[in-house]
C-alpha cells in the first residue's frame, strides 16, 4: 500500500471561494467516506445555510450507524431532521421550516418513480425496437441508400475543398494582412476596458466637471445615460424586472433604477436587498410573472405607460411645492411624471407629510397613497483614513448645497449662544 498526502480545506473556505455574497445555496450534499464530522465541523453555519443538508449516514460500504459524532452539531446549528432513508440522512434549515411537508412519506407509489434498472431495460428495448424496424426495409433500398450516402460525401468533399480554396485565396490578399490587430484585438476584452476607462478620467477631469457637469446635473436623466453610454453600464441590465417572491406575493422588482448614480440608486439597491433577504424563491411560473406586484423604486425611472397592478415609489414632490426655484423641473412633474402617478394602483413615499404633498399638488386620493418610512443602512467604513479629527467640540453636516437641503437652518442654529464654542 501507498501512502499519499493530499492538501484539505474547511468547508467554509471552499463556499467563500466559490459562492457568491448573499448567494443561495438550496442543497448540500455530504458524502466524504468516514470524515463527514470534519466536513460539518469545517463550515460556518450562520454564514452559510444551505436550505437542505444530506449527510451520508453510515460507515463506508457497510449498514453500520456513523452520525452519532457529527448530528449533534447540525442541530445545534439550527438544522431539523427531516428524512433518513438508511444510507443518508436529511436535514432543513429551520427557517425554511415549510419544506418538511415534502419529506413527510417516503418515495412511494404516488411519486410515479421508476427504478433505474427499469429504465435502463425500457431504453435497451427502444433501441432494440429501432434496430428490428430498420431492418424490415429491402436489400435494394438499402442500396439506394448506399448510393444517396456516396453522392452526399462527394458532394461535401467537393464544397470542402471550395471552402479550402477559397479561405487560402482570402489569407492570402492584402486586406487580410492589414485587418489582423483588428481580430486580434477582442473589442469586449481590449477595447471596451480601454475606452470605459478614458470615459472615466473624462467624466472625472477638472475641466469636464467645472465646464459640463453643472449643466448635465440639471437633467439627472441625461447625465446618467451619458455616463451610461461611455461606460458600457448599459451591458449590465438585459432583463428590465427582478421576480422575487415574498410571503404570498410575487414581486417584479424593476431595475432601471439600480443604474442611478444618485441618492435614488443607493435607495434602491438597499430596497432590493433586503426584499431578496425576505424572499423564499426568486423562480416563478408564467402565470405568477402576469399577476406580480411591479414595483417601481423611483418614479423617475417609470414608462409613460405603467404595467397593470404597479406600485411607484415617490419620496417628495419638491420641484412642484417651489415651482419658482425649480421651474424645469416642476415642468416635467405636471407634464411627465403625474400623469404616470395617476396610472398606479398604489404609490408609497416616505412621510405623512409627503403623502399629503403628493395628494395635493399631483391630485390621487390620499388614500392611493402608502406611507413607510425610510430604514437605517450601515454605510462602509474606511479603517485606513488619515483625516485628523478637530481637537475642538464640533458637528458634521452631511448633505448637498441645494435650497431644499436647509443649509440655513443649521447656520441660524449656530447663532444660539448654547452652541457657542462648537464648530460646523
Request: hydrophobic share 40%; with cysteine; glycine share 2%.
Amino acid at each position: 500500500a501507498k501512502s499519499v498526502t493530499v492538501k484539505v480545506r474547511p468547508l467554509r473556505e471552499v463556499l467563500a471561494e466559490n459562492v457568491e455574497s448573499k448567494q443561495t445555496i438550496h442543497f448540500l450534499k455530504v458524502d466524504a467516506e468516514g470524515f463527514e464530522e470534519g466536513v460539518i465541523r469545517g463550515n460556518d453555519w450562520k454564514k452559510y445555510r444551505p436550505w437542505i443538508v444530506v449527510v451520508e449516514a453510515t460507515l463506508p460500504l457497510s449498514t453500520e450507524k456513523s452520525f452519532e459524532n457529527w448530528e449533534s452539531l447540525l442541530l445545534e446549528a439550527d438544522y431539523l431532521l427531516a428524512y433518513a432513508d438508511g444510507l443518508n440522512r436529511f436535514y432543513v434549515a429551520s427557517e425554511k421550516s415549510s419544506l418538511l411537508q415534502h419529506f413527510k412519506y417516503p418515495p412511494n407509489v404516488f411519486d410515479d418513480f421508476a427504478l433505474a434498472a427499469l429504465v435502463e431495460s425500457r431504453a435497451r428495448l427502444h433501441q432494440t425496437e429501432e434496430v428490428v424496424k430498420s431492418l424490415n426495409g429491402t436489400a435494394s433500398s438499402l442500396r439506394q441508400q448506399m448510393s444517396n450516402l456516396k453522392a452526399e460525401l462527394n458532394t461535401c468533399h467537393d464544397k470542402k475543398e471550395r471552402e479550402l480554396s477559397l479561405r487560402h485565396q482570402m489569407e492570402s490578399s492584402l486586406s487580410w494582412k492589414l485587418t489582423t490587430p483588428l481580430r486580434v484585438l477582442n473589442p469586449k476584452r481590449v477595447i471596451k476596458p480601454v475606452v470605459r476607462a478614458l470615459a472615466a478620467r473624462i467624466l472625472k477631469s477638472p475641466v469636464f466637471v467645472s465646464s459640463f457637469k453643472p449643466v448635465l446635473k440639471r437633467f439627472p436623466t441625461l447625465w446618467v445615460r451619458l455616463k451610461d453610454l461611455l461606460l458600457f453600464n448599459h451591458d449590465l441590465e438585459h432583463e428590465p424586472f427582478e421576480y422575487l417572491k415574498v410571503e404570498s406575493k410575487v414581486i417584479a422588482f424593476a431595475k432601471g433604477p439600480l443604474r442611478d448614480q444618485r441618492g435614488i440608486g443607493r435607495v434602491t439597491r438597499e430596497i432590493l436587498r433586503r426584499l431578496r433577504e425576505k424572499a423564499i424563491s426568486s423562480e416563478t411560473t408564467v402565470e405568477e410573472r402576469n399577476s406580480a406586484v411591479v414595483f417601481f423604486s423611483s418614479i423617475h425611472w417609470c414608462p409613460d405607460r405603467l404595467p397593470p397592478n404597479s406600485t411607484v415609489m415617490i419620496h417628495d414632490v419638491i420641484p412642484m411645492i417651489f415651482p419658482e426655484i425649480f421651474p424645469e423641473v416642476s415642468e416635467q412633474w405636471h407634464s411627465k411624471y403625474a400623469p404616470v402617478a395617476h396610472q398606479a394602483k398604489k404609490i408609497v413615499t416616505i412621510s405623512e407629510t409627503s403623502a399629503q404633498d403628493i395628494a395635493k399638488h399631483i391630485g390621487v386620493p390620499r388614500e392611493k397613497i402608502k406611507v413607510i418610512y425610510n430604514g437605517v443602512s450601515t454605510l462602509p467604513i474606511s479603517e485606513t483614513s488619515k483625516v485628523e479629527l478637530p481637537s475642538e467640540p464640533y458637528f458634521v453636516f452631511f448633505g448637498s448645497h441645494d435650497y431644499h437641503k436647509n443649509v440655513e437652518v443649521v447656520l441660524e442654529a449656530f447663532s444660539d449662544p448654547k452652541l457657542k464654542g462648537f464648530h460646523l
